[in-house]
C-alpha cells in the first residue's frame, strides 16, 4: 500500500466527514481512554459502596418481629387479641425511642389454626418480609410446625400463649424460647390448689385430642394421686371443634365425677360448660381457659364455681397490673371494653414480648447465637413476681395463680375470676430430671 494512497484516503474522508486514523493515533486514543477509565474506577467503586452502605443502614433501621396466629376460623377473637398485645407492646416501645435505637416493626400472618398453613406463613415472614424474629403462636400443634421452620433458618421463635410439654421438651430446638408455662407446670398447679383448697374426691379428664390436651391428661392422671382420697372416675379426648358434648356431658354425669380436669379453650371449653349446664351436671371444670371475658360472656352463670388458672391472671390489687389495665383502656377507650379487655391474651403477649426486648438488650443484638446466649438462665421481674428463663430448655419458670369463677367482680357486670391466691413456683415447676429433654439431665 502507497504512502500516496493512504494520504488520498485521509483525505477523502475527511472530506467526507469520517474519522480515520493511523494504527498510531488509534494507539494513542486508546491509551488515553484507558487513562480515563482509571481514573474514574476509584471513584465509581466508592459510589458503588456508598449505595451498599445505604441499602444496609435501611435494613439495619429497624427491627422486624414476625407474629403468626390465628386470624380467621373459630379461634379468630382469642387470636385478633394475641396480636393486640403484641401491637401494645411494639407501640409502647417505639414511644420511649425503639429497641437499641431502632424502631421495631411488626408484620402479621394467619396461621388460619393449621400447620401447614402455619409452615408457609412463617417461612414468608422470614424469606420475604425479612423477620428477625417469630413470635407466636395460639394451638402447640401450630408451635410445633413453626419450630421447625425456626430451626431451619436459624431464627429465635418466642412461644407466650402455647403449653404443650413436648415443645421444650422432646421437641425441644435451642431456637425456642418459651414465655407461658407447660402443660406439666398448669397440671401441677391445679393439683397443688385443688389438694389444698378443696375437698373434691372424685375427678373426669376430659381434653381436646391434640398435643395441649394429651400431654395434660398424662399429666393429670400422673398427679391426681397427690390429691388425699382422689379417685379418677373416667378419662376421655374429644376432636377439636366440638358441637354436641352431650356423650361426653353423660358419661361425666354417670361417672359420678365432682370435677372435670381440663385444658379446653375456646369453643370447646364454652360448649362444655353451656351443655353440662343444661343437661343438669354437679361438676365443675378445673384447669379451663375461663378467663377469657369474650367467652365468659356467653357462658354467663353457667360457669360460677368453677376454677381458673394461669400464671399472669391480672390481680387488680397489684398496682403494676392495676395501672397496666388502667393505661390500655384509656389507649382503646374507644373499642369495644369486651374484645379489647386486657385481662385475657393481651396481657400474656405484652409481658412476653418486654422480656422479649429485655433479651434483645441484654444481647445487644437480634442475631440469634448472640440472644440464646443472653437469654438462657436469665431473670426477669414481672408484674406477678421474678421469673427466669430456664437454661437447658428454655422454658419459664414461675409462680401461678388461681382463683374461682365468681358473680360478683371487679372486672365485669358478668362472671368472672374472684380473689386469687398465688401457688408458689416450688410446687408448680417440673424438675428438669422430669422433662423430656436430654440438656435437661
Same mark, same amino acid.
Given at each position: 500500500?502507497?504512502?500516496?494512497?493512504?494520504?488520498?484516503?485521509?483525505?477523502?474522508?475527511?472530506?467526507?466527514?469520517?474519522?480515520?486514523?493511523?494504527?498510531?493515533?488509534?494507539?494513542?486514543?486508546?491509551?488515553?481512554?484507558?487513562?480515563?477509565?482509571?481514573?474514574?474506577?476509584?471513584?465509581?467503586?466508592?459510589?458503588?459502596?456508598?449505595?451498599?452502605?445505604?441499602?444496609?443502614?435501611?435494613?439495619?433501621?429497624?427491627?422486624?418481629?414476625?407474629?403468626?396466629? !390465628?386470624? =380467621?376460623?373459630?379461634?379468630?377473637?382469642?387470636?385478633?387479641?394475641?396480636?393486640?398485645?403484641?401491637?401494645?407492646?411494639?407501640?409502647?416501645?417505639?414511644?420511649?425511642?425503639?429497641?437499641?435505637?431502632?424502631?421495631?416493626?411488626?408484620?402479621?400472618?394467619?396461621?388460619? &389454626?393449621?400447620?401447614?398453613?402455619?409452615?408457609?406463613?412463617? %417461612?414468608?415472614?422470614?424469606?420475604?418480609?425479612?423477620?428477625?424474629?417469630? *413470635?407466636?403462636?395460639?394451638?402447640?400443634?401450630?408451635?410445633?410446625?413453626?419450630?421447625?421452620?425456626?430451626?431451619?433458618?436459624?431464627?429465635?421463635?418466642?412461644?407466650?400463649?402455647?403449653? $404443650?410439654?413436648?415443645?421444650?421438651?422432646?421437641?425441644?430446638?435451642?431456637? *425456642?424460647?418459651?414465655? @407461658?408455662?407447660? %402443660? #406439666?407446670?398448669?397440671?401441677?398447679?391445679?393439683?397443688?390448689?385443688? =389438694?389444698?383448697?378443696?375437698?373434691?374426691?372424685?375427678? &373426669?379428664?376430659?381434653?381436646?385430642?391434640?398435643?395441649?390436651?394429651?400431654? $395434660?391428661?398424662?399429666?393429670?392422671?400422673?398427679?391426681?394421686?397427690?390429691? !388425699?382420697?382422689?379417685?379418677?372416675?373416667? /378419662?376421655?379426648?374429644?376432636?377439636?371443634?366440638?358441637?354436641?358434648? $352431650? !356423650?361426653?356431658?353423660?358419661?361425666?354425669?354417670?361417672?359420678? $365425677?365432682?370435677? *372435670?380436669?381440663?385444658?379446653?379453650?375456646?369453643?370447646?371449653?364454652?360448649?362444655?360448660?353451656? %351443655?353440662?349446664? =343444661?343437661?343438669?351436671?354437679?361438676?365443675?371444670?378445673?384447669?379451663?381457659?375461663?378467663?377469657? !371475658?369474650?367467652?365468659?360472656?356467653?357462658?354467663?352463670?353457667?360457669?360460677?364455681?368453677?376454677?381458673?388458672?394461669?400464671?399472669?391472671?391480672?390481680?387488680?390489687?397489684?398496682?403494676?397490673?392495676?395501672?397496666?389495665?388502667?393505661?390500655?383502656? /384509656?389507649?382503646?377507650?374507644?373499642?369495644?371494653?369486651?374484645?379489647?379487655?386486657?385481662?385475657?391474651?393481651?396481657?400474656?403477649?405484652?409481658?412476653?414480648?418486654?422480656?422479649?426486648?429485655?433479651?434483645?438488650?441484654?444481647?445487644?443484638?437480634?442475631?440469634?447465637?448472640?440472644?440464646?446466649?443472653?437469654?438462657?438462665?436469665?431473670?426477669?421481674?414481672?408484674?406477678?413476681?421474678?421469673?427466669?428463663?430456664?437454661?437447658?430448655?428454655?422454658?419459664?419458670? @414461675?409462680? &401461678?395463680?388461681?382463683?374461682?369463677?365468681?358473680?360478683?367482680?371487679?372486672? +365485669?357486670?358478668?362472671? +368472672?375470676? #374472684?380473689?386469687?391466691?398465688?401457688?408458689?413456683?416450688?410446687?408448680?415447676?417440673?424438675?428438669? @430430671?422430669?422433662?423430656?429433654?436430654?440438656?435437661?439431665?
Amino acid at each position: 500500500m502507497s504512502q500516496d494512497w493512504v494520504k488520498n484516503q485521509i483525505g477523502v474522508r475527511k472530506k467526507e466527514g469520517i474519522s480515520f486514523l493511523t494504527s498510531m493515533e488509534r494507539r494513542t486514543k486508546m491509551e488515553k481512554r484507558k487513562v480515563v477509565c482509571l481514573a474514574l474506577l476509584p471513584l465509581l467503586v466508592f459510589t458503588a459502596l456508598i449505595f451498599m452502605v445505604t441499602l444496609t443502614e435501611a435494613a439495619e433501621g429497624k427491627i422486624v418481629i414476625g407474629v403468626l396466629e !390465628p386470624l =380467621s376460623g373459630p379461634l379468630k377473637d382469642q387470636g385478633e387479641r394475641f396480636v393486640l398485645g403484641a401491637k401494645y407492646a411494639v407501640e409502647e416501645l417505639n414511644a420511649k425511642g425503639g429497641l437499641m435505637g431502632k424502631e421495631v416493626s411488626l408484620v402479621v400472618e394467619d396461621t388460619n &389454626y393449621k400447620p401447614d398453613v402455619a409452615i408457609r406463613r412463617a %417461612t414468608k415472614l422470614i424469606l420475604e418480609d425479612k423477620a428477625d424474629i417469630l *413470635v407466636g403462636s395460639l394451638g402447640s400443634h401450630i408451635c410445633l410446625a413453626i419450630m421447625k421452620v425456626a430451626e431451619k433458618y436459624n431464627k429465635i421463635f418466642v412461644i407466650p400463649n402455647s403449653e $404443650a410439654a413436648s415443645i421444650t421438651g422432646k421437641d425441644f430446638n435451642p431456637y *425456642v424460647f418459651r414465655t @407461658t408455662p407447660s %402443660t #406439666g407446670q398448669r397440671t401441677s398447679a391445679i393439683i397443688s390448689y385443688l =389438694s389444698k383448697n378443696t375437698k373434691f374426691k372424685k375427678f &373426669y379428664i376430659l381434653c381436646m385430642d391434640f398435643a395441649l390436651g394429651r400431654e $395434660a391428661g398424662d399429666g393429670f392422671r400422673e398427679k391426681v394421686s397427690k390429691i !388425699p382420697g382422689a379417685q379418677l372416675v373416667g /378419662e376421655d379426648y374429644h376432636p377439636l371443634m366440638m358441637k354436641d358434648f $352431650a !356423650p361426653y356431658v353423660s358419661k361425666i354425669i354417670a361417672s359420678g $365425677a365432682e370435677v *372435670v380436669l381440663t385444658t379446653n379453650l375456646g369453643p370447646d371449653l364454652s360448649n362444655l360448660i353451656k %351443655t353440662g349446664k =343444661s343437661l343438669g351436671w354437679k361438676a365443675i371444670t378445673a384447669g379451663g381457659y375461663l378467663f377469657d !371475658p369474650v367467652m365468659m360472656q356467653d357462658v354467663q352463670d353457667a360457669a360460677l364455681g368453677h376454677l381458673v388458672f394461669n400464671h399472669s391472671l391480672i390481680d387488680l390489687n397489684n398496682p403494676l397490673q392495676r395501672k397496666f389495665v388502667q393505661d390500655f383502656k /384509656e389507649r382503646y377507650k374507644s373499642e369495644d371494653p369486651i374484645g379489647y379487655s386486657p385481662v385475657f391474651g393481651v396481657n400474656d403477649y405484652y409481658y412476653g414480648m418486654q422480656w422479649l426486648f429485655d433479651a434483645i438488650k441484654r444481647a445487644g443484638s437480634t442475631d440469634s447465637a448472640k440472644m440464646i446466649k443472653a437469654w438462657e438462665g436469665a431473670s426477669y421481674n414481672m408484674p406477678w413476681g421474678k421469673v427466669t428463663m430456664r437454661a437447658c430448655d428454655h422454658q419459664i419458670i @414461675t409462680p &401461678y395463680k388461681a382463683g374461682p369463677i365468681v358473680r360478683d367482680n371487679e372486672f +365485669f357486670s358478668f362472671p +368472672f375470676i #374472684g380473689k386469687l391466691i398465688t401457688i408458689p413456683e416450688e410446687e408448680v415447676t417440673v424438675s428438669q @430430671t422430669q422433662v423430656e429433654n436430654p440438656r435437661c439431665k
